[in-house]
């Protein structure tokens, strides 16, 4: 009713009309002008770029912001670098052993001018039976200093099994020296902790790494059967998934462990503790992945790919996978640090990796003992590493599960 | 008059109180060159600068403008419940309240808004109980782990002083004002349980259920169907006629401002163009916004086959506020040199009816703050 | 009045649909149980050689044997002659009657063993959880109220190290800063005149006094979860639209926040007790295997490690009891707790 009104009064009115296109009167600030085609938006320099970045650009940008973040890839990168040539760092050699250098402390680098140069050195040790305990009693002896050449000279290896050389990060500069270099100190049998850390590293990071490849394959696989496909198999492997996640976890595994021969090689075991790790992480992805399964087979722009037709497969890996994939790899960082955890725990209690394997659990194990650890508590260090680890994947993965997906979980 | 019998420290927080002595037709509330800014990492957003407008009583006010003007800002500074990042810079918001909500004919007093702490107990007696939010998602509105009885009880034992079977009972009394049916049963539905109209019926009568002398509707009509929107603005004027409650109506329709209002206020970018009485505003409009946004309003009554008017341009990014008037350049009416300089003064068309606009105006606004 | 008589109904088919809801849940416990029973049994058999002959000569190595008459006793209640799926429904029937076998290495039956233990066990689990709810909701809701002050930038910092730490790991080292600065040997949940005691107040009393540090070792990597997920959780429900009209209604800030979101955000929080009562449970095994507790964790451990088939049956199947029921329970609280689920859920 009212409407009428208005439009009577305002066409009576003597108003200019805004259609009228000769009245083309620009704005002030330099923008474009709008078009014919009407109210579109005016576009300045700083959102182009913002439109026309790809997916991933954006996801960089947003990472980039969080400098805890980057930070913790910084370090990650730096840990595979460790894991790639762990030779490179390592001193010495990590299977020695000398009962008679038992639970020498960690020797702590010096510098000092002398002759006009800055040298780096490591005060030697020298030791003496305690008679009363009959316990070695080792004391810093400054006057005979161990000096330390960086990129020097050590035993010779190959880089990834390829190029061989013998250049290490920290060596000694007299090579008869070597063997005296505990840059950590030594355990219970004397060997050199600073090397078993290095090694211990590789072995619990690819440890973490492969259990967590293995859990994506299988969680893509059977997740994406389950969403994409329905019906039976669905069904299946829902009721799989829900028996996996009911069962309790670390006793299932110790008795998974336990029950490997003894008769194994370590290789044989460490390949199997990878696989029985991922036998738990798979079945969060795989429900996950259903779900996204789910309700992208009802989009449209699946049906539009079909439509045009795209096989299965294709539409499976070029349309559907690359909408989460970003988030595919946040909760896969974020999975990581568990089955460190995990595998650092089994190890500790003797039902992981056993000697002659070395990882942080393994080397952990030596520290069970409270009294020797009182005596030696640099054995605590691999657990030092094994914090920063784990919370240096929880930054990055969160940073990256931010980035990828600012407004929700 | 007892207000000058009051704590002198109180007096010293009514500016101007003398204005509104002995005068009839005071204002429930005066908005005084109200200013809002929002402090953010990327830069300050202005989103209200500069608005004033006065509330009579038993009066509904129209607030219109596009998505981002500022108008549910507005709302939220006058209750001052603006988010953390969010201040009122500068202004008066002026409140004439009774002392004891419950007392209709008590004594009353005058206060500035913008000087209590926004947690204060005062400003919290003020809410619900003098003045009511109806907000704008009315599904969103009420907790959904709670019944809408729990939540609308809690409202009225929180400014009246009754038992909790009374307070039940007004609630059912309540609901059956707005005219849901069952109000016994009703009372202990979630609000998902109730469908969209009714849920509305609900808000309103929570709003209601503490005798507010003023009404904030934020869209109340945003999102619900066409038929059962006409049933709410019914009601709503119905309600307002018995109870003389004045209403702050804020919206984007002008079909609906065009139903309810009593005066208009029109907001662009946070400020106002333009002000006055509904009937002048809608058959006089002066300022160039105004008169497209009524140009635009499709009719069943316009030739068919023709374009639909539209304004053209966008409103501008927040951070980039264009200097001058901030309309200018979507104007038709823009003068190089002048519009993009400074912001036009109020010029009085009529005496219910001030528009603010260079083409009416030579004399431009007091520097503005940002110089 | 149509609404009305449909309201009704509805209300009815609601509550009938809750009730089959937890039906349904309760009826599978069995069947879940059974089909532990054989996974568990598979796994106790796994370790390669047959298990009696093996395992007396490792007897016979450290010097203790068994009669002939018990060898004999194992053999025909357990069937170890007969073939696998026998034994395994030999082992089954003998479970539900609460024969649970005996243990090789301790010479006692295995029923004994862990009901001495089964109590410490559980009372370390629930004190551990009570910790941390009573310490993760107050610093969570105090995080995301004063969000970026001070106190929340600590308590960040806190809950990073908390997942990071493993709980070894801090047991290790809680252990040996006590030993080493209070020269205390902080071990086992008893003072020496308790151990073999039975309970009563006294015991109790003294129990209580060794076991705040298992608890807090054990309790802090859930409270450190349990705080960001709540920290999260309440931010995304402080600005929801409902806490507007709140305040708008004359709601004090604290009132609004305690009745509304924190009731909400609760909810995700009781879904993880699903999952964290059973994390709890495994998780003591490690903790009281370092700290040298009377729980049924190391004594876990330790059947594995010798191969001592029937007492690490046993306390499997009590592990795969006590996660079923975990999630039971929150799956009920959970019901209980969010109107939402409980007439909304589609049950399938």
């Given at each position: 009713m009212s409407n009428n009104e208005f439009k009577k009064t305002t066409d009576n009115e003597q108003i200019k009309s805004f259609d009228d296109e000769q009245e083309k009167v620009l704005p002030a600030s330099a923008v474009e002008p709008s078009t014919e085609a009407g109210d579109l938006f005016i576009a300045n320099e700083a959102e182009d770029r913002v439109s026309v970045a790809s997916n991933w650009t954006l996801v960089w940008w947003r990472f980039r912001k969080n400098k805890l973040a980057v930070v913790s890839v910084v370090i990650l990168l730096f840990l595979a670098v460790v894991v790639l040539v762990p030779d490179f760092f390592a001193t010495g050699d990590p299977e020695k052993t000398e009962a008679q250098l038992a639970f020498i402390p960690p020797q702590h680098i010096r510098f000092s001018f002398q002759q006009g140069r800055l040298r780096t050195w490591v005060p030697s040790v020298t030791g003496a039976r305690d008679p009363v305990t009959l316990r070695m009693v080792w004391q810093i002896d400054e006057t005979q200093p161990i000096y330390i050449d960086f990129f020097g000279r050590g035993r010779p290896y190959r880089i990834l099994g390829l190029i061989e050389t013998n250049i290490h990060l920290i060596s000694t500069v007299n090579s008869e020296d070597l063997y005296k270099l505990h840059l950590l100190g030594t355990d219970r049998l004397g060997r050199d902790q600073w090397s078993r850390l290095v090694y211990a590293t590789r072995v619990s990071m690819t440890i973490g790494m492969a259990s967590?490849?293995?859990?994506?394959?299988?969680?893509?696989?059977?997740?994406?059967?389950?969403?994409?496909?329905?019906?039976?198999?669905?069904?299946?492997?829902?009721?799989?998934?829900?028996?996996?996640?009911?069962?309790?976890?670390?006793?299932?595994?110790?008795?998974?462990?336990?029950?490997?021969?003894?008769?194994?090689?370590?290789?044989?075991?460490?390949?199997?503790?990878?696989?029985?790790?991922?036998?738990?992480?798979?079945?969060?992805?795989?429900?996950?992945?259903?779900?996204?399964?789910?309700?992208?087979?009802?989009?449209?722009?699946?049906?539009?790919?079909?439509?045009?037709?795209?096989?299965?497969?294709?539409?499976?890996?070029?349309?559907?996978?690359?909408?989460?994939?970003?988030?595919?790899?946040?909760?896969?960082?974020?999975?990581?640090?568990?089955?460190?955890?995990?595998?650092?725990?089994?190890?500790?209690?003797?039902?992981?990796?056993?000697?002659?394997?070395?990882?942080?659990?393994?080397?952990?194990?030596?520290?069970?003992?409270?009294?020797?650890?009182?005596?030696?508590?640099?054995?605590?260090?691999?657990?030092?590493?094994?914090?920063?680890?784990?919370?240096?994947?929880?930054?990055?993965?969160?940073?990256m599960r931010d980035a990828a997906d600012p407004y929700g979980h | 008059m007892d207000v000058k019998a009051k704590n002198v420290l109180e007096q010293r927080v009514y500016a101007n109180a003398d204005i509104f002595e002995g005068r009839m037709n005071a204002p429930l509330l005066k908005v005084e060159d109200l200013r809002a800014y929002f402090f953010m990492d990327e830069g300050i957003v202005r989103a209200v600068d500069g608005v004033s407008f006065d509330v009579q009583p038993g009066k509904v006010v129209g607030i219109v403008g596009e998505s981002g003007c500022g108008k549910s800002v507005t709302m939220k500074a006058i209750l001052r419940i603006l988010e953390p990042s969010a201040r009122i810079v500068s202004g008066k918001v002026f409140l004439r309240t009774r002392i004891n909500s419950q007392n209709q004919q008590g004594d009353e007093e005058l206060l500035d808004l913008t000087k209590l702490k926004p947690n204060s107990k005062r400003l919290r007696q003020i809410r619900g109980a003098e003045i009511a939010l109806i907000p704008q998602e009315p599904m969103a509105a009420f907790s959904p782990v709670h019944t809408v009885g729990n939540q609308i009880i809690e409202t009225i034992r929180l400014h009246q002083d009754v038992s909790k079977d009374k307070a039940r009972q007004i609630a059912v009394e309540a609901f059956r004002a707005v005219g849901i049916s069952m109000p016994e049963q009703r009372i202990d539905a979630y609000s998902w349980e109730l469908s969209g109209g009714l849920r509305q019926r609900a808000i309103i009568a929570m709003a209601l259920s503490c005798n507010p002398r003023l009404l904030i509707a934020d869209e109340p009509t945003t999102a619900i169907d066409v038929t059962t929107q006409a049933q709410i603005l019914n009601l709503l004027r119905n309600l307002q006629k018995e109870r003389q409650t004045s209403i702050i109506f804020i919206t984007h329709d002008l079909g609906v401002i065009a139903q309810m209002a009593d005066e208009v206020v029109v907001m662009y970018l946070g400020m106002v163009m333009e002000k006055g009485e509904v009937n002048a505003i809608f058959k006089n409009p002066q300022h160039p916004y105004t008169q497209a946004l009524l140009k635009s309003i499709p009719s069943i009554q316009s030739a068919s086959r023709i374009k639909l008017p539209t304004i053209k341009g966008s409103i501008a990014h927040p951070f980039n506020r264009p200097k001058g008037c901030p309309f200018h350049p979507r104007c038709n009416r823009f003068m190089r040199g002048i519009c993009d300089i400074d912001i036009p003064n109020f010029v009085n068309i009529s005496e219910t009816h001030v528009v603010g606009c260079f083409l009416h105006s030579k004399k431009t606004l007091l520097p503005t703050a940002d110089k | 009045m149509v609404g009305c008589a449909v309201f009704m109904q509805q209300t009815q088919e609601r509550t009938a649909k809750m009730l089959r809801y937890i039906l349904q849940r309760i009826l599978i416990i069995p069947l879940l149980l059974v089909l532990f029973s054989i996974i568990v049994f598979a796994l106790i058999q796994a370790p390669p050689g047959d298990f009696l002959t093996s395992y007396i000569a490792t007897l016979a190595a450290s010097g203790s044997s068994l009669d002939v008459t018990e060898i004999e006793m194992l053999e025909r209640q357990f069937g170890l002659d007969q073939p696998v799926h026998i034994q395994y429904i030999r082992w089954m029937g003998n479970l539900l009657v609460g024969n649970l076998g005996l243990s090789l290495e301790f010479r006692r039956p295995n029923a004994d063993l862990i009901m001495e233990r089964l109590a410490p066990t559980l009372l370390l689990a629930f004190f551990a959880f009570v910790f941390t709810w009573i310490v993760a909701v107050p610093i969570g809701i105090y995080s995301a109220l004063r969000r970026n002050s001070f106190l929340d930038y600590v308590f960040t910092v806190l809950n990073y190290s908390g997942v990071a730490i493993p709980n070894f790991m801090l047991a290790l080292i809680l252990m040996w800063l006590a030993f080493v600065y209070l020269g205390m040997g902080v071990t086992g949940l008893f003072s020496r005149e308790f151990e073999l005691a039975p309970w009563s107040i006294a015991k109790f009393i003294d129990m209580l006094g060794r076991i705040w540090l298992p608890m807090i070792i054990l309790g802090v990597a859930g409270t450190a979860r349990l705080t960001r997920i709540l920290r999260s959780n309440l931010l995304d429900e402080l600005n929801k639209p409902y806490m507007i009209s709140g305040r708008a209604r004359g709601l004090s800030e604290w009132q609004l926040v305690m009745k509304y979101p924190v009731r909400l955000a609760i909810n995700p929080l009781v879904s993880t007790i699903g999952w964290y009562l059973p994390e709890l449970f495994s998780g003591s095994l490690i903790v009281a295997t370092v700290m040298n507790l009377q729980n049924i964790g190391p004594l876990l451990l330790r059947a594995l490690i010798n191969q001592d088939m029937y007492l690490s049956g046993a306390i499997l199947m009590i592990y795969c009891l006590l996660a079923i029921i975990g999630t039971l329970i929150s799956d009920l609280l959970l019901i209980w707790l969010d109107p939402r689920i409980r007439l909304e859920k589609s049950l399938t």
């Open positions: 967590v490849i293995i859990s994506i394959i299988l969680g893509l696989i059977l997740g994406g059967i389950s969403g994409y496909y329905g019906g039976l198999a669905d069904n299946v492997i829902q009721r799989l998934i829900e028996l996996l996640q009911s069962l309790p976890v670390i006793p299932i595994w110790l008795a998974l462990t336990a029950a490997l021969p003894r008769t194994w090689s370590p290789e044989q075991v460490f390949f199997a503790i990878t696989i029985i790790l991922a036998l738990r992480g798979w079945t969060t992805l795989a429900r996950e992945v259903r779900g996204r399964f789910l309700s992208l087979r009802e989009e449209d722009f699946i049906m539009a790919a079909e439509l045009i037709g795209c096989s299965r497969a294709r539409t499976i890996f070029v349309h559907m996978i690359p909408t989460f994939t970003s988030h595919i790899i946040a909760t896969s960082t974020l999975a990581i640090p568990i089955i460190i955890v995990t595998e650092t725990s089994l190890s500790f209690l003797g039902l992981g990796l056993r000697p002659p394997a070395i990882s942080w659990g393994v080397m952990l194990q030596e520290a069970q003992n409270i009294q020797a650890l009182a005596l030696a508590p640099w054995l605590l260090i691999p657990g030092v590493l094994v914090i920063i680890s784990v919370m240096v994947f929880n930054l990055a993965g969160d940073g | - | -």
